[in-house]
T-cell receptor, first 115, second 110 residues
């Protein structure tokens, strides 16, 4: 059974460029989460979706960040324009909400470097 | 400021020794989870505790949830090099969101 799939695994870009990160959650999971992990701030929740609808985006740092979930099997996190301080590892996680507790399954992450 | 405080931040021990990692908060959680993360990978769920005072064992790992559901501990008996990793605790709030601690980096030397 495939886990959460993220692409690309690594992204290096220059300041000002648009970056799009992709995520495919585990089939049957109806909640999807985007996190950012840095040494300074640890693991931070950016936004989460339930049944493809954004529920809480209070963690999105600023308007340069946007996320979409057009269907149950795909989500994107876009940064436009990117800045060096956006450099981090971005994780996508999914959860079968409504069954037990919010136990999340994480993807391998995308390591983003903005020069 | 982290909602969940983990201690210690770093822990380096010899194979065969025991270790304990602590996770503390002033908030009450509906559940508390422990994850382990290895370099270059995402966190992997180890256990979920939901009842105050609950103790769960997973082979050499023992997890305890405080009576007031505000704190937790992870104890590893006879640690092995394969236990090396970043251990993260996460509390689930009423809003369904998880708040993660900063993590404890555990290194077990052979």
């Amino acid at each position: 059974d495939a886990g959460v799939i993220q692409s690309p695994r690594h992204e290096v870009t220059e300041m000002g460029q648009e970056v799009t990160l992709r995520c495919k959650p585990i089939s049957g999971h109806n909640s999807l989460f985007w996190y950012r992990q840095t040494m300074m701030r640890g693991l931070e929740l950016l936004i989460y979706f339930n049944n493809n609808v954004p529920i809480d985006d209070s963690g999105m740092p600023e308007d340069r960040f946007s996320a979409k979930m057009p269907n149950a099997s795909f989500s994107t996190l876009k940064i436009q324009p990117s800045e060096p301080r956006d450099s981090a590892v971005y994780f996508c996680a999914s959860s079968p909400q409504g069954i037990g507790y919010n136990e999340q399954f994480f993807g391998p992450g995308t390591r983003l470097t903005v020069l | 400021t982290q909602l969940l405080e983990q201690s210690p931040q770093f822990l380096s021990i010899q194979e065969g020794e025991n270790l304990t990692v602590y996770c503390n908060s002033s908030s009450v959680f509906s559940s508390l989870q422990w994850y382990r993360q290895e370099p270059g990978e995402g966190p992997v769920l180890l256990v979920t505790v939901v009842t105050g005072g609950e103790v769960k064992k997973l082979k050499r790992l023992t997890f305890q949830f405080g009576d007031a559901r505000k704190d937790s501990s992870l104890h590893i008996t006879a640690a092995q090099p394969g236990d090396t990793g970043l251990y993260l605790c996460a509390g689930e709030g009423d809003d369904y969101k998880l708040s993660f601690g900063a993590g404890t980096t555990v290194t077990v030397r052979a």
